[in-house]
């Protein structure tokens, strides 16, 4: 398996606890100021760790073929 594809399924999976734990903080929250500083930063970086994950998943070849010599 390649290292940037391992790489892309570990952040894919963070991306999605963040944006659960986000979630779960959404439902919770009462709107203070600090409340949705919060909520902006868990949201943010679990998109960002999320579709992160998900263009290395796509982009990356597995090459299969064996080395040249």
Not at 41 to 56: D, H, K, N, P, Q
């Amino acid at each position: 398996m390649n290292v940037k594809r391992t790489f892309g399924i570990i952040l894919t999976v963070l991306g999605i606890a963040a944006l659960i734990y986000f979630a779960t903080l959404f439902i919770k929250a009462s709107g203070t100021e600090r409340q949705i500083k919060i909520l902006v930063v868990y949201g943010l970086l679990g998109a960002i760790f999320f579709f992160t994950g998900i263009s290395l998943i796509r982009n990356t070849r597995d090459d299969a073929r064996p080395p040249i010599n």
